[in-house]
């Protein structure tokens, strides 16, 4: 571990410095005042988990078994849209620090890695996010490279009716279509290590709509394009008609209540992530631990639950499960690494995360991951 950065938040203090201004606004920010944003970190800090030090305690183990597969650490990597405008490479450096450490990468639709790429550097252990494409064909076509690509687990984004509204984004030029202006060049003349990594690893696009996308189109159409080819509402029947088609495991991602839990059950999906984007779409929405904290009691035990949004460090992954989720995601934490520390990044970020957790089930005498939530001040 470099110990120059033994905290998440010393990567983010870095990546600030490493990256510009217009991407990490992008990557930090929430929607309209950031309420709901700073709802997520603030209501998980309230959870409060009991040790017991006199007992009987014999070691712990932090591996999870999510979808009949055994991984390493109770937590993933969160899909990121133009994760490479945030830092180059930085999709293949996420995925292969992943695989390295038995953890999931998901793969957003309109990240910056095709599908293709993505399987081959995590060996077929991949997640893949889908962003619900209204055309037939491009959704059957993108399903069907995701099959042949070897993912196991298609997770549906639902809670992207419409495009947040971030006031950083809209003045930064990054609104649909984005647009670059003179301050944002001036922002990466100030970046060199980033501008460098741009220019070797190409400038950054949505690499699996790439073949979807007409011949030397512009960024003036680009948001006619997302518009006319993609509608993130998301219904019973166009979940039921992507379950027909989907023979392995079928996540929806973006829950935030009971009534689309129940509705997730009905359609025979296999797990939910309740998730509020980060932050990012609704800011008088609940937080995402408090909407755990809702759902849990009541579909425990009839399909798998996880969470993101708010989880930024280790201790955050412990009260999420000792609230009762089964696995965690965390986004802005990897790529403040990759921002930091360049392709050591998502290693290292994975290093701070274990090590914290290992010492949280020691401290709490706690055997087993799950294990956490009785350990739960209530």
Not at 60 to 65: A, D
Request: proline share 5%.
């Amino acid at each position: 571990m470099n110990k120059k950065y033994p905290l998440v938040n010393d990567l983010k203090k870095k990546a600030k410095k490493r990256i510009p201004k217009f991407a990490f606004e992008y990557l930090e920010g929430g929607c309209n005042e950031e309420i709901n944003l700073t709802k997520n970190k603030s209501d998980l800090n309230k959870i409060q988990l009991n040790p017991h030090y006199i007992k009987k305690f014999s070691g712990y183990s932090l591996s999870t078994k999510i979808f009949d597969i055994k991984y390493n650490s109770p937590f993933g990597i969160a899909p990121i849209g133009l994760q490479g405008l945030i830092w180059p490479n930085s999709p293949i450096i996420l995925a292969k620090a992943a695989n390295k450490f038995n953890i999931p990468y998901v793969l957003s639709t309109v990240s910056t890695a095709s599908i293709e790429e993505i399987s081959e550097v995590s060996d077929g252990k991949a997640w893949f996010q889908l962003y619900y494409p209204a055309e037939e064909k491009i959704r059957i076509d993108i399903l069907e490279r995701a099959k042949n690509s070897g993912i196991k687990v298609l997770v549906l984004l639902c809670d992207v009716p419409s495009f947040g509204y971030r006031g950083n984004d809209i003045k930064n030029g990054l609104s649909m279509p984005p647009k670059m202006n003179i301050n944002n060049f001036i922002q990466i003349i100030k970046n060199p290590t980033w501008a460098f990594n741009t220019l070797y690893f190409g400038k950054p696009n949505f690499a699996t709509l790439k073949p979807y996308m007409p011949k030397n189109l512009n960024l003036g159409q680009l948001g006619r394009f997302m518009d006319q080819t993609f509608s993130g509402r998301l219904n019973y029947d166009r979940i039921a008609k992507i379950r027909d088609i989907w023979k392995d495991k079928l996540v929806i991602k973006g829950i935030v209540n009971e009534l689309d839990t129940e509705t997730s059950i009905k359609l025979g999906l296999d797990g939910i992530i309740i998730s509020n984007h980060g932050g990012r779409q609704l800011d008088p929405g609940l937080s995402s631990i408090d909407a755990l904290r809702k759902i849990y009691p009541k579909f425990k035990n009839k399909i798998t639950i996880m969470m993101d949004s708010g989880i930024k460090s280790g201790p955050d992954i412990a009260r999420s499960i000792a609230c009762g989720a089964q696995f965690t995601f965390l986004g802005r934490s990897f790529m403040y690494g990759v921002g930091a520390l360049g392709k050591s990044g998502g290693d290292h970020t994975i290093e701070i995360l274990n090590t914290q957790l290992n010492q949280i089930m020691e401290q709490l005498s706690c055997e087993n991951i799950l294990d956490l939530k009785n350990h739960l001040i209530n």
